[in-house]
């Protein structure tokens, strides 16, 4: 709650305003505590000095909270800073991630095609003295499954 | 004395303060997200040249999914050194 009246209070009003208040609540307190000496006076002396008390301390409050504000704010405002450049960053590492990713998949492509092309051509020679055995293919097909998929465990 | 305290500690919350700093979880790039498929099955044939491309096609699917986890690993190593220098 402090917190915040602070923060939002202390947004509005300059520090010199809370420094005179404490300064004012402190001198105050000195000078009516000379003032009521006066005879006609004297009933008022214990309330016009806590409230002096308070308003120094209500001035001191908020001066410590401008302070301590203003050093937050600041540092606020340099770490946003360092999340925006570091998210600038994080963009830019990943376009360029992606663009090497990209890169790396069409030379994959196309050196597949050219040796699934390279098959097609040699097809003749391929099947000409090899025939393959049905066991061959089941066993491949096998070692080719996934293991831990629910399906495939037997 | 008490009331010393008091005032003490009521006057010292002035120095408490909450920080409003949201760092976002940094994005990856989409063909990354996607699950690599399963390898495909070899038809039932018993000519070599019918086989061979599917094979080629596996190894292929295998570079796929091993440049994905390699790019994992770069984009973590990318990420986290960026994130660490954040101070």
Known sequence: ?154 | MKRLILITALVITGCASTVPIIEKFPDVPKDMLIVCPDLAQIPETNKLSEVLPVVADNYGQYYTCKDTVDSWIDWYNTQKKIFDNIK
């Open chain 1, 1 to 154: 709650m402090f917190g915040w009246l602070v923060e939002h209070i202390i947004g509005i009003v300059p520090f010199w305003v809370w420094l005179t208040v404490a300064c004012a609540g402190g001198v105050g307190y000195f000078f009516f505590g000379i003032i009521t000496m006066i005879p006609f006076l004297m009933p008022y002396r214990e309330p016009i000095k806590i409230a002096c008390i308070v308003i120094c301390l209500g001035g001191t409050f908020m001066c410590g909270g401008d302070g301590v504000t203003t050093i937050w704010q600041a540092q606020i405002k340099e770490a946003n800073a360092q999340i925006e450049a570091a998210e600038a960053k994080s963009k830019d590492a990943n376009n360029k991630l992606a663009q090497v990713r990209q890169e790396k998949a069409k030379v994959r492509t196309e050196y597949i095609t050219t040796v699934k092309e390279r098959i097609v051509k040699d097809t003749q020679i391929i099947d000409a003295e090899c025939k393959v055995a049905p066991e061959a293919i089941k066993d491949l097909n096998e070692a080719a499954k996934n293991p831990l998929k629910k399906d495939v465990i037997k």
